[in-house]
């Protein structure tokens, strides 16, 4: 079902009789709450704080006509492309308002979002803010901060053929955007990039994961209450209603999921040349030579593993190549470390997340049970189904050409397979698709360097895991099967964001060699013009050059 809510936002209501928008009803109660006129968002700087988030319970109490209708995707993606042209979003007053909104919603409703996240994959206190909540926070402050320096034009030089002139390159709002979440992480991955969308001065649907329901009727409860639903929209639902959503002409498609679903929505955006943005995964080495400091290696890829929604991250390790003086000593280290994270019973850990549902679950063992890697269990391999709980398990050697190699693993495994050198190591990884990111563990700087020249990927962190995510100067994003294009900050507002290049000339400064007829004189003036040759010009107009 499509979901859309009104026109106007429930968030800046306030019973006061000085709210501009409560006097709004009062003076024009036949046209009613959702015919209120557009100038009450424009004004809403002038209230919106001055009340707490009004619920739905309480905007029925008052007889104001909030329930949501029923909508096709046409007429959602027609009244968000009105809004856009209407030129609301493009205000940076606008945009500096919603993202002080989803700010605000994210703070106060901190507790409705754990408890959503908890629900749809067991995810704990701590996870979830430091994963999904201060993401989102960070984010907005970033933006605010930020936005107005965003969106300046950015003045830049010109050449010696346009003189008198001057250039800058103008950040323009794509259009109407479609956002497409994923479950993993269905907070973040939601708003992270509906923010660089707002910022960008774009309309925007929001299509949160049906995998993970609470988050999505969460999302769907409050982006009304919180957001200006002119040009936000939430739309829940399945296959059905992503297909439905897929078929409009959108000015951009975010999408954050698996290469095989990115390929349905390339495909749908060809149709109209609609630019895409993919986040996708793969499979994330991890590659580990004989200096590196084990102790702490152990530590950061346990977290870089199961401390990321149990392994079910795009950025997530996925295996590791060890060479063969260390391969034990490691995998020694990584079990002792699962014990200090989760104790000797992993399955009684608060702080461990559980498989999202039962089909990732029976896919997960089913890697597990298979011929070419049940005999490779080196620790841990327990699972409950009824829970959806798979211990943390570490596989040693297992066959290049096993089913875990082939696929991502999104999930609580992680083969551990030796090598020989970082020869062996670099040849495995540029063998298959390039990954989401690259960690690599050592001390020795010629190691980095070759590792960096030698393998392409989204990201590559040195002796560390998926830090690198959280760092907002650097942009986030695949290469070829693990995604294209990039977000995370500023990279979020480019994403949503088109250059426009502008140049300006006053009247003056007329050069009769630019137009017909042509003479050879006449080319050889255009010629040091069009090279910048300021010396030949110079001789040129002395007569001193022929």
Not at 375 to 401: C, W
Not at 491 to 520: I, V
Request: proline share 5%.
């Amino acid at each position: 079902m499509f979901a859309s809510a009104p026109a106007t936002p429930s968030v800046v209501l306030s019973r006061h009789p000085s709210s501009l928008l409560w006097r709004s009803t009062l003076i024009f109660p036949s046209l009613g709450f959702r015919s209120i006129p557009s100038f009450c968002w424009r004004n809403q700087q002038l209230f919106c704080n001055r009340s707490s988030p009004v619920s739905v319970q309480q905007l029925d109490g008052f007889g104001m006509d909030y329930n949501p209708e029923s909508m096709d995707a046409a007429r959602i993606v027609r009244e968000l492309r009105n809004t856009f042209r209407s030129g609301l979003t493009r205000s940076v007053e606008w945009r500096l308002m919603q993202l002080r909104s989803i700010l605000k919603l994210t703070q106060e409703r901190e507790g409705d979002i754990k408890e959503a996240l908890a629900k749809d994959g067991d995810k704990c206190s701590f996870e979830a803010f430091a994963g999904e909540i201060f993401v989102i926070i960070s984010s907005c402050k970033l933006a605010l901060k930020e936005l107005k320096k965003w969106t300046a034009p950015q003045k830049v030089s010109t050449t010696l053929a346009t003189y008198p002139s001057t250039g800058a390159i103008i950040s323009e709002p794509l259009g109407v955007a479609l956002v497409i979440s994923a479950w993993n992480y269905p907070f973040s991955l939601s708003l992270e990039p509906v923010i660089g969308a707002i910022a960008a001065g774009n309309a925007v649907v929001l299509k949160p994961s049906e995998l993970a329901p609470a988050t999505s009727s969460l999302l769907a409860e409050l982006i009304p209450l919180y957001l200006d639903t002119s040009a936000i929209r939430v739309v829940e639902g399945g296959v059905p209603e992503t297909t439905a959503l897929l078929e409009q002409r959108w000015d951009k498609i975010f999408y954050t999921g698996n290469p095989r679903i990115a390929r349905i929505v390339m495909t749908a955006a060809a149709k109209h040349l609609t630019p895409v943005t993919l986040e996708l995964g793969g499979k994330c080495p991890v590659i580990i030579d004989a200096t590196a400091d084990l102790n702490v290696a152990a530590k950061r890829i346990a977290s870089g593993k199961w401390g990321l929604h149990g392994g079910q991250a795009c950025i997530a390790a996925d295996y590791i190549l060890a060479e063969n003086s260390i391969a034990s000593s490691l995998i020694d280290k990584l079990k002792v470390t699962i014990q200090e994270f989760y104790g000797k019973d992993p399955s009684k850990s608060s702080d461990l997340s559980r498989i999202v549902n039962t089909r990732h679950f029976c896919r997960l063992t089913e890697l597990l049970d298979d011929i070419k890697t049940s005999d490779k269990i080196v620790h841990g391999g327990e699972r409950d189904e009824k829970r959806l709980y798979i211990a943390p398990t570490i596989l040693h050697d297992v066959s290049i050409d096993s089913p875990i190699m082939a696929e991502e693993i999104f999930g609580p495994l992680l083969p551990v397979l030796t090598v020989d050198s970082i020869d062996e190591a670099l040849e495995l990884v540029n063998s298959r698709p390039k990954p989401l990111a690259l960690y690599l563990f050592t001390n020795k700087k010629d190691v980095k360097e070759k590792v960096i020249a030698e393998t392409s990927s989204g990201g590559i962190l040195i002796n560390d895991c998926f830090l690198h995510f959280t760092n907002s100067n650097l942009p986030f994003g695949g290469v070829g099967e693990s995604g294209m294009g990039a977000y995370h900050g500023k990279f979020s507002f480019d994403t949503f964001t088109h250059k426009k290049a502008l140049l300006s000339r006053s009247f003056g400064g007329e050069n009769a060699a630019r137009y017909p007829p042509y003479t050879a004189s006449k080319e050889k003036l255009v010629k040091c013009l069009l090279e910048g040759d300021y010396f030949g010009l110079v001789l040129f107009m002395l007569g001193l050059k022929s």
